[in-house]
C-alpha cells in the first residue's frame, strides 16, 4: 500500500499558502478602510528635528524632513504606512541640517522614493555629503522648487511652493529653508522648516496667501521663528512644535510660546505627546 504521507504533506503545504493569501487580504483590507478620504498629517515624534508625514485621500504618502539619523523615523514611517507599501511619492528636503535630512538617508535605502524636492543648497558636512550620494544612488527624480511653483499630489490635494522668495539674501542655512502650504479642499497646512522670522517676513512681502489651519512651527519653537506677523496672516487653529525632551537649545522658546497663547493659537508638542495627526476633510481640520 503507498504511503499517503507525501500527499498529506501536500495537502499542508497547500494550507499554508492558502493561511498566507487569507492573512494578506485581510492585511490589505485594513490599510484599505483607512483610505477614509481624509488628509492625514502626523507630525512625527523623532526627537529634536523635523519630520511630517502626509497620506493624502488617495493614500500617496509626502513626508517632509526626515529627522537625525538614528531619530527613529524608520519606526515612525512603520507604524502609519501599510508594511507592504514601499513606495513614498514625494520626499521635501526643507534644508541641509543634520537634524531635518540625517533621518532621510535610511529612508532612501529602504523605501523608492519617486521625486524629491530639494533646494539645491550646498552644505560641506558629512551628513549632506552622505544624503546627496544617497540621494543620487537612489533613482529619485530631483526637483528645485521656485516661489509659485504647485505640486498637485492628486485631484484636491497640492503643495504650494512659498519660500525662500526669490532675490532673498541668506545668511545662514535656516535661511534656505524650503516653506511650503499642503492644501486639501479648502484646507491648508503651513510646513516652515528652519525659516526664521526674515524668511517668513519676505514670504509676506511677496504677497501670497498663507492662511492656514495648522502651522508647524518653525525652527523648533526657536525665538528666531515665528513672528507676529506670520501669526496674524496664518490665523491657525493649531501650530504644532517638533522638539526633543529636555534638548539642549531650550526648545521651544517661552517667548515662542507666549506669542502662540496671545493669538489664541491650540499648541501640540511632540516632546510632550509624542506624535501628533490631524486629519483633514477638506472643509475642516481638526487634530486625531
Given at each position: 500500500?503507498?504511503?499517503?504521507?507525501?500527499?498529506?504533506?501536500?495537502?499542508?503545504?497547500?494550507?499554508?499558502?492558502?493561511?498566507?493569501?487569507?492573512?494578506?487580504?485581510?492585511?490589505?483590507?485594513?490599510?484599505?478602510l483607512?483610505?477614509?478620504?481624509?488628509?492625514?498629517?502626523?507630525?512625527?515624534?523623532i526627537?529634536?528635528?523635523?519630520?511630517?508625514?502626509?497620506?493624502?485621500?488617495?493614500?500617496?504618502?509626502?513626508?517632509?524632513?526626515?529627522?537625525?539619523?538614528?531619530?527613529?523615523?524608520?519606526?515612525r514611517?512603520?507604524?502609519?504606512?501599510p508594511?507592504?507599501?514601499?513606495?513614498?511619492?514625494?520626499?521635501?528636503?526643507?534644508?541641509?541640517?543634520?537634524?531635518?535630512?540625517?533621518?532621510?538617508?535610511?529612508?532612501?535605502?529602504?523605501?523608492?522614493?519617486?521625486?524629491?524636492?530639494?533646494?539645491?543648497?550646498?552644505?560641506?558636512?558629512?551628513?549632506?555629503?552622505?544624503?546627496?550620494?544617497?540621494?543620487?544612488?537612489?533613482?529619485?527624480?530631483?526637483?528645485?522648487?521656485?516661489?509659485?511653483?504647485?505640486?498637485?499630489?492628486?485631484?484636491?490635494?497640492?503643495?504650494?511652493?512659498?519660500?525662500?522668495?526669490?532675490?532673498?539674501f541668506?545668511?545662514?542655512?535656516?535661511?534656505?529653508?524650503?516653506?511650503?502650504?499642503?492644501?486639501?479642499?479648502?484646507?491648508?497646512?503651513?510646513?516652515?522648516?528652519?525659516?526664521?522670522?526674515?524668511?517668513?517676513?519676505?514670504?509676506?512681502?511677496?504677497?501670497?496667501?498663507?492662511?492656514?489651519?495648522?502651522?508647524?512651527?518653525?525652527?523648533?519653537?526657536?525665538?528666531?521663528?515665528?513672528?507676529?506677523?506670520?501669526?496674524?496672516?496664518?490665523?491657525?487653529?493649531?501650530?504644532?512644535?517638533?522638539?526633543?525632551?529636555?534638548?539642549?537649545?531650550?526648545?521651544?522658546?517661552?517667548?515662542?510660546?507666549?506669542?502662540?497663547?496671545?493669538?489664541?493659537?491650540?499648541?501640540?508638542?511632540?516632546?510632550?505627546q509624542?506624535?501628533?495627526?490631524?486629519v483633514?476633510?477638506?472643509?475642516?481640520?481638526?487634530?486625531?
Open positions: 500500500m503507498a504511503s499517503s504521507y507525501p500527499k498529506v504533506k501536500k495537502i499542508y503545504r497547500r494550507g499554508l499558502i492558502i493561511l498566507a493569501l487569507l492573512a494578506a487580504t485581510v492585511w490589505i483590507a485594513v490599510f484599505s483607512q483610505r477614509d478620504l481624509l488628509l492625514h498629517v502626523a507630525i512625527l515624534d526627537g529634536q528635528g523635523d519630520a511630517i508625514l502626509s497620506t493624502t485621500s488617495s493614500g500617496s504618502q509626502v513626508l517632509v524632513d526626515g529627522g537625525p539619523a538614528g531619530g527613529g523615523i524608520m519606526r514611517l512603520g507604524e502609519r504606512m508594511f507592504f507599501d514601499r513606495t513614498i511619492e514625494l520626499v521635501i528636503a526643507t534644508h541641509a541640517d543634520a537634524d531635518h535630512i540625517g533621518g532621510l538617508i535610511e529612508v532612501l535605502s529602504r523605501y523608492r522614493v519617486k521625486y524629491v524636492l530639494t533646494s539645491g543648497v550646498i552644505s560641506d558636512t558629512a551628513t549632506f555629503r552622505a544624503f546627496t550620494e544617497k540621494l543620487t544612488a537612489s533613482g529619485a527624480i530631483v526637483i528645485t522648487p521656485r516661489p509659485g511653483m504647485k505640486l498637485w499630489l492628486d485631484g484636491p490635494t497640492l503643495i504650494e511652493v512659498l519660500g525662500p522668495p526669490e532675490n532673498f541668506a545668511t545662514d542655512s535656516n535661511e534656505t529653508s524650503i516653506v511650503v502650504r499642503l492644501r486639501y479642499g479648502k484646507t491648508a497646512i503651513l510646513l516652515t522648516g528652519d525659516a526664521p522670522i526674515s524668511e517668513e517676513d519676505a514670504i509676506l512681502a511677496a504677497g501670497r496667501s498663507i492662511r492656514s489651519n495648522l502651522l508647524k512651527v518653525g525652527h523648533h519653537g526657536s525665538r528666531s521663528s515665528t513672528g507676529d506677523a506670520l501669526l496674524l496672516a496664518t490665523f491657525p487653529d493649531f501650530a504644532a512644535i517638533s522638539v526633543g525632551k529636555k534638548n539642549r537649545y531650550g526648545h521651544p522658546n517661552e517667548e515662542v510660546l507666549s506669542r502662540l497663547a496671545a493669538h489664541n493659537i491650540t499648541v501640540d508638542r511632540t516632546d510632550e509624542g506624535t501628533v495627526e490631524y483633514s476633510d477638506g472643509v475642516t481640520l481638526k487634530k486625531q
